[in-house]
């Protein structure tokens, strides 16, 4: 089994999960550099390991991060997956490794 070797941060937020084009609201548990930690928020709604698309924001940060990833854990009744990231853009990587290692991400102002 695959252990994440990256530091995490508890990360507290709903967000959009797409599988094969269908929408799923899940609920972030925590994340890394180098994926997240996801439960699905409504009952009876499982997730399997095919590649999900993500939107998502972290906190004090207006800018959503779209993300793509795979489940590399799930639990027994897959409702919460360990995803790790497969694509994610540069900007979108750095605001996550701000975001763990307690810093506020570097945005430049539009």
Partial sequence: MERRIDERRPLRVLLNAFQRGVPVICA?????TSGIRLRTVLNGRRLS???LHMEFQLPDDSAV???VG????ST???TILGIR???????ASASIQ???E?????????
């Fill in 49 to 51: 390991d095919d590649r």
């Fill in 98 to 100: 701000a975001y763990v």
């Fill in 28 to 32: 972030a548990e925590d994340i890394s």
């Fill in 85 to 91: 990231f497969t694509h994610l853009s540069t900007e």
């Fill in 76 to 78: 027994r009744d897959d």
């Fill in 102 to 110: 307690g810093r506020s991400a570097m945005r430049a102002s539009a």
């Fill in 70 to 73: 795979v489940a590399v854990r």
């Fill in 65 to 67: 991060i779209n993300a």
